[in-house]
């Protein structure tokens, strides 16, 4: 459609008459002009995307998903990986551990104890990361730097707390409002200003870039840089069986989102997928969702416990007496607790 003959036409209309012809034209030629979604083998696609962008910015999509575990796990163990990529940066890890973290890929004895505090001290005073699939994941990519010969870097991106110096809610608090710019001042250092390459693993919320959630998220932030080129995937399970008219598309699958019809689907976070995303991570749809949990084994760990329950009783409030949310009951439960250790 020739957009300037158009309006030079409406000109010559009369008042409103014509104008909604054209308007409606329009829309009904951004309809047509969308094409139907085309699944590529995820792995290969995904890496391919790296000989053009520098960052890819992977949702985790629902965090403790075990199907997201899975795909990262292929992705990383994927020969290519460790050619195109030189750092994976993660959510799930306090940057003040990162001596620590590049000890352990590196290949050297870190004892489990002295590792474990990356994904237990992080800002999240809970257990959302004591699933066993975040250590699987650093440990998978220290195993491939050991068969591989290859130096991928796990970059910790949660912002350094100190839980020794934490009293209070409003010190813990003060922490949340850093976790996307800090992550991007990392990104800055650690990636852009060495021209790396890095596989980016947070939260779909993250990884917004418009408003009004995405006004200050890590990519927004990240897309003020002039080195950064980002590619972003949504992982938030969406239910895109009506687009297989045919065969069910292969598990896992990368669909590209701008000017398809996929485009108009909503994301986790309720807007179009096109406005945020390049891409759409396809793991089966919400059936397909299972999460992982702590494992029991954690009850027979008083230290532990301990930890977890008081820094959840830190940011408890009357109104909100559980946060996590759920996490106290969930660990009595669990561990058959009537009462704090």
Request: aromatic share 8%; hydrophobic share 40%.
């Amino acid at each position: 459609m020739n957009l300037t003959k158009t309006m030079r036409s409406v000109s010559l209309c009369r008042a409103g008459t014509c104008v909604g012809a054209v308007l409606l034209s329009v829309a009904a030629h951004g309809q047509s002009a969308r094409v139907g979604p085309v699944p590529r083998e995820a792995v290969p696609a995904v890496l391919d995307l790296f000989e053009q962008y520098s960052i890819v910015a992977l949702s985790e999509g629902p965090h403790n998903n075990q199907k997201g575990h899975d795909f990262r796990l292929a992705l990383v163990r994927d020969p290519r990986f460790g050619r195109l990529v030189n750092d994976v940066v993660v959510e799930f890890g306090n940057s003040r551990y990162q001596a620590v973290m590049d000890r352990f890929t590196a290949g050297a004895d870190v004892p489990y104890r002295e590792l474990r505090q990356v994904w237990e001290n992080t800002t999240i005073p809970g257990t959302l990361w004591d699933s066993p699939i975040y250590y699987e994941f650093f440990a998978t990519i220290r195993d491939v730097n050991r068969a591989n010969g290859s130096h991928i870097r796990v970059v910790l991106g949660d912002p350094p707390i100190d839980w020794a110096s934490i009293h209070g809610a409003d010190q813990i608090n003060a922490y949340y409002p850093q976790r996307d710019s800090h992550a991007a001042m990392v990104i800055r250092e650690e990636v852009l200003n060495k021209n790396h390459r890095a596989l980016v693993v947070y939260g779909e919320g993250h990884l917004l870039s418009s408003e009004p959630l995405g006004a200050n998220t890590l990519v927004a932030i990240l897309q003020r840089e002039p080195k950064a080129r980002i590619f972003t995937i949504s992982n938030g399970y969406p239910e895109l069986s009506r687009f297989q008219p045919g065969a069910a598309w292969p598990v896992p699958s990368l669909i590209m989102v701008k000017g398809t019809t996929v485009g108009t689907e909503l994301s986790a976070a309720g807007t179009p997928l096109e406005q945020d995303f390049d891409a759409v991570l396809h793991l089966g749809g919400p059936s397909a969702l299972s999460m992982t949990r702590v494992q029991k084994s954690v009850c027979n760990d008083p230290e532990y416990l301990k930890m977890r329950l008081d820094r959840l009783a830190l940011t408890a409030t009357p109104a909100d007496p559980d946060p996590g949310p759920g996490d106290i009951a969930q660990l009595r439960k669990l561990c058959g607790l009537t009462a704090s250790p």
